[in-house]
């Protein structure tokens, strides 16, 4: 095996899109890959010092939207180019803005699937950014990407996985195997 310095390689990590309004109402969004579940009903984020996390100063409230192969061009255009410089960046985007059900927060329907949040806590806050502990209070799902149970189906979305070793994305394929239960064949 070969040894490599510690760096940001945690994998798989979901790219993200986070929606938010700026001060007058303009719909923002950035790109992230650094989340995770925190609970149940619950996601953690670590934030930079971004248009979003100025945003999210003023307004707990945002959304998240689960990028995909169709959606990759634009996802990466809102990571790569600041809010803080391009007002209404979203508008070059192309994506179809709407409020969010329980949210004063703007859901991008473009995509597939959207969370609902709010944030809770906020913790390390420094210049330099903070992570975020957010409450998750509705999931939208287009009807189209529902399986036959009416669940989500994730083969159906075409997700995206962030490859941070390349600095490249890739798509999460083919269902493999059945969680909590595959293994229970070696007890």
């Given at each position: 095996?070969?040894?490599f310095n510690p760096k940001p390689w945690f994998m798989p990590q979901a790219v993200l899109v986070i929606g938010t309004y700026d001060a007058d109402g303009t719909p923002n969004a950035m790109?992230?890959?650094?989340?995770?579940?925190?609970?149940?009903d619950k996601i953690m984020i670590s934030m930079g010092s971004h248009q979003t996390t100025v945003n999210l100063n003023t307004n707990p409230d945002f959304t998240i939207a689960f990028a995909t192969t169709e959606t990759l061009v634009a996802a990466?255009?809102?990571g790569v180019v600041s809010g803080k410089k391009?007002?209404?960046?979203?508008a070059k985007t192309g994506w179809n803005v709407e409020k969010g059900e329980q949210v004063n927060a703007p859901v991008f329907t473009?995509?597939?699937?959207?969370?609902e949040c709010r944030i809770e806590r906020k913790i390390d806050e420094s210049e330099t950014g903070y992570y975020i502990v957010a409450k998750i209070l509705n999931i939208r799902v287009k009807e189209e990407y529902l399986a036959e149970d009416g669940k989500p189906d994730l083969?159906?979305?075409h997700l995206l996985t962030f490859d941070p070793v390349h600095?490249?994305?890739?798509?999460?394929?083919?269902r493999v195997g059945n969680a909590f239960k595959d293994g229970t064949q070696l007890k």
């Open positions: 095996m070969k040894n790109n992230a890959a650094w989340s995770g579940q925190w609970d149940n990466d255009y809102v391009v007002k209404d960046k979203v473009d995509f597939p699937m959207t969370m083969e159906k979305m600095l490249g994305y890739l798509e999460i394929g083919k």
